[in-house]
């Protein structure tokens, strides 16, 4: 099984920059990409970002496109989320997921196997 920890949460302001580490422990090989997703109180769960583990193609969220920028470092296993120019309407909690993605598919489509417990991400404005 792969275990997933995420950490780097915050409160910051509005404009500022986060980055979020999930670290990946155990059967990494299982899974074929790494994906970030996110869940507001109000709104449903949400793939922000995906991250193939062999050749690192990369997909965002429209939402997120241009802002976020998703990253993998194979000899950590870790799989990082930077964040820039954050939003109020950013605030969620934040999770890593163990998967299957591929780059000619929007993200929305990532199947998620394995989660992370998340991090708490506020924007104040």
């Known amino acids: 099984q792969v275990q997933l920890e995420e950490s780097g949460g915050g409160l910051v302001q509005a404009g500022d920059s986060l980055r979020l580490s999930c670290a990946a422990s155990g059967r990494t090989f299982s899974s074929t990409a790494m994906g970030w997703f996110r869940q507001a109180p109000v709104n449903e769960r949400e793939c922000v970002a995906a991250?193939?583990?062999?050749?690192?193609?990369?997909g965002y969220a429209d939402s997120v496109g241009g802002r976020f920028t998703i990253s993998r470092d194979n000899a950590k296993k870790t799989v990082y989320l930077q964040m820039n120019r954050l939003k109020p309407e950013d605030t969620a909690v934040y999770s890593c997921?163990?998967?299957?993605?591929?780059?000619?598919?929007?993200?929305?489509?990532?199947?998620?196997?394995?989660w992370g417990q998340g991090t708490q991400v506020t924007v104040s404005s």
């Open positions: 991250i193939t583990w062999t050749n690192g193609r990369t």
């Open positions: 997921a163990a998967g299957r993605w591929s780059e000619f598919v929007p993200v929305r489509q990532f199947i998620g196997d394995r």
